[in-house]
């Protein structure tokens, strides 16, 4: 079973940036695409954006169009998630997770990711 790490999150001001990580313990990372959600206290988790297992799918929620980006290092089993202009209303932890089939189609549902990582916490003061 693969293991997820994230790191990089950080208390920041609004409109800074940062970069989250997550390591993947397994060279089949490669096959899978790649998610982060993210959970503010007393919400559910959503889906923030996805990279398939070919680097040019994409999909973004609308809510981080624009100021978020997703890139994936199959090198070294990374995948990144660029935070640029951020707002209050992105603080929470930030989850990456992996597909749930190998050479699956995008997804964006909770339930089409099967590894979750244990969550960086990411907060922006105003």
């Known amino acids: 079973q693969a293991t997820l790490v994230e790191s990089g999150g950080g208390l920041v001001q609004a409109g800074d940036s940062l970069r989250l990580s997550c390591v993947v313990s397994?060279?089949?990372?490669?096959?899978?695409?790649m998610g982060w959600f993210r959970q503010a206290p007393g919400k559910e988790r959503e889906f923030v954006a996805v990279?398939?297992?070919?680097?040019?799918?994409?999909d973004y929620a609308d809510s981080v169009k624009g100021r978020f980006t997703i890139t994936r290092d199959s090198a070294n089993n990374t995948t990144y998630l660029l935070m640029n202009s951020l707002k209050p209303e992105d603080t929470a932890v930030y989850y990456c997770?992996?597909?749930?089939?190998?050479?699956?189609?995008?997804?964006?549902?909770?339930?089409?990711?099967?590894?979750w990582g244990q969550g960086t916490q990411v907060t922006v003061s105003s």
């Open positions: 990279i398939g297992w070919l680097s040019s799918a994409l």
């Open positions: 397994e060279r089949t990372f490669m096959w899978y695409n």
């Open positions: 997770a992996r597909g749930r089939r190998r050479l699956g189609p995008l997804a964006t549902k909770k339930d089409d990711f099967d590894v």
